[in-house]
């Protein structure tokens, strides 16, 4: 039983962008995922590459955000020309719509801190109505307020996840589905998972397994401490152009239908929708953009958020003398998927992660 340098365990967005990011360094990579039956958060991810609103009260957090969307545009053009895949990255700008007076000005507060701690790097502009019509002439007149940053934009998460994968094989990685693993065993020199289509052997290990790093990483004297967050979407026919820019409710594919969110739920591992979160989503929808009232919703599904206690991700690894374990938890999959591929995978070859990641290990919830 030969042993793979790497193994990652996972082969969703966080961990097919680690994967991607070793493999394209040349370094010998199996990428193990418990396939499609397994509580997949890429499958319900709104695809939005999103800065505002994010890391006011964690510095490194809101860092972190902007370097990954300032490494978007190339990493983009770099998987289309190696897979041929269009992942639909679009960085025009998103809006945050505020949705009444009090979280207009709880919001105002929150961005202008987050620009403070940026050093002028975040940029916003908070919208008159008029300025609001003229980027989004669909987008109801009554709103209360609205916020522009060219920070922002989107992408197909599901053709990201196609294309990291692509990617991943492309560049020598080994990919292997239906391999969920049931235990971890860690040897002189490495260790064993015992998956379910047997053993395999590893030199160095990854957990970017979601939720399930929660069991997976005290296996290897490691701590995710993850709690499940639902959200539930809808997607639309496919409309003629109603937006120009995305947001956390409103997004307009490729493909002209319009996806719906957001929610939120302390459900468990209950990853179904219900009827009534889907009507609470779908009036709000109308009350942003009207245009949607006479309009057919096609489909509609839960998923499962990965998330921290507070909400921001958890990156750690072993110190103890032998191989080397780490442990990637994140919900920002999609926004941090190039600052995860370029920048975080070549860290996880090094003795220790940069000291300007120390704040993200799990230590904090201890402190």
């Not at 394209?24 to 499958?43: C, F, K, S």
């Not at 397994?209 to 929660?214: F, P």
């Not at 009036?283 to 006479?294: D, F, K, N």
């Amino acid at each position: 039983m030969r042993a793979s340098r790497v193994v990652v365990i996972g082969g969703g967005m966080v961990g097919a962008a680690l994967g991607y990011g070793l493999a394209r360094q040349g370094i010998e990579t199996l990428m193990l995922d418990e396939g499609d039956q397994g509580l997949r958060a890429a499958r319900g991810n709104f695809g939005l590459l999103w800065v505002q609103g994010k890391g006011a009260e964690f510095p490194a957090y809101a860092r972190w955000t902007l370097d990954s969307c300032r490494l978007w545009p190339d990493f983009a053009a770099e998987l289309t020309e190696l897979t041929g895949i269009d992942v639909q990255f679009r960085r025009r700008g998103g809006i945050h719509y505020c949705l009444d007076e009090p979280e207009l000005e709880a919001y105002r507060l929150e961005l202008a801190q987050q620009a403070a701690i940026s050093d002028g790097d975040f940029e916003y502009q908070f919208l008159s109505p008029t300025q609001l019509a003229r980027l989004e002439p669909h987008i109801d007149v009554n709103i209360p307020g609205a916020c522009y940053s060219p920070n922002d934009g989107h992408v197909n998460p599901l053709y990201l996840l196609r294309a990291l994968q692509a990617g991943f094989v492309a560049k020598g990685g080994h990919y292997r589905p239906r391999h969920h693993v049931l235990n971890i065993e860690t040897t002189h020199d490495g260790f064993v998972l015992h998956t379910e289509q047997g053993p395999i052997r590893a030199g160095q290990l990854v957990l970017a397994a979601g939720l399930d790093n929660r069991r997976l990483a005290p296996m290897v004297g490691l701590s995710q401490p993850l709690i499940p967050q639902r959200g539930q979407l809808l997607i639309t026919e496919r409309l003629p152009k109603l937006l120009n820019y995305p947001s956390l409710y409103l997004r307009q594919t490729g493909e002209g239908s319009i996806q719906i969110g957001d929610s939120s739920e302390q459900v468990g591992l209950d990853d179904g929708n219900t009827p009534q979160v889907m009507a609470q989503l779908a009036r709000r929808a109308i009350s942003l953009l009207p245009a949607l009232r006479h309009r057919h919703i096609v489909r509609g599904w839960g998923a499962l958020r990965v998330l921290s206690p507070d909400g921001y991700p958890v990156y750690e690894q072993n110190r103890d003398p032998g191989p080397r374990a780490h442990a990637v938890s994140s919900h920002s999959g999609v926004t941090l998927a190039a600052v995860h591929a370029l920048t975080l995978a070549p860290m996880l070859m090094a003795p220790r992660l940069r000291l300007s990641l120390d704040a993200f290990t799990p230590q904090r919830f201890k402190d």
